[in-house]
């Protein structure tokens, strides 16, 4: 059976890296093909007018957003719509709590998180903001090979348990009906 195409419109490079890496292989196994939009990159009109082509060829996706400031993921959302003039169905948004840094580092475990040179335990990672993760990054260890050695060692089932709105992502869109 062919792949089905999924786009999944995110906002830039640490979020392509951790969707091609994990969420790729986990979207192949129900037949999709990750293609992705990175639309911080973009103008909004241009992200606009993809995502009305996507929905008018009935294609699914995913537009993917990190909270950051705003206190709630329904502000958040309703954000979205407002911005993107509307284009795209509230149903297909999720938004990551806090930053995607929060879900790199809900998956690691602490042995790995030693060895990585993090000194400190990590519970929950739902407050983990960009500024946080940067902080636990060692001395002469460059942002992209920590996140790549993070992704190597990711725990999907840990970032579950550490990570609320990766659970509610992996429940919903990655193994749910969200998709269909």
Partial sequence: MPDKPLYVLLEGPDDERFFSH?????????????RVWKYACEKRQRTINLVRAIRRSQTAYIFVRDIDRTRYARRRVQETLNRFGHAMEAERIVIVITEIESWYIAGLGDADAARLGIREHIGRTDRITKEDFNALIPRGVSRIEFLHEILVVFDIERARRKNRSFRYFMDWFVEGERLE
């Fill in 22 to 34: 994990l969420i790729a292989p986990l979207c192949a196994r129900r037949g999709y093909s990750l």
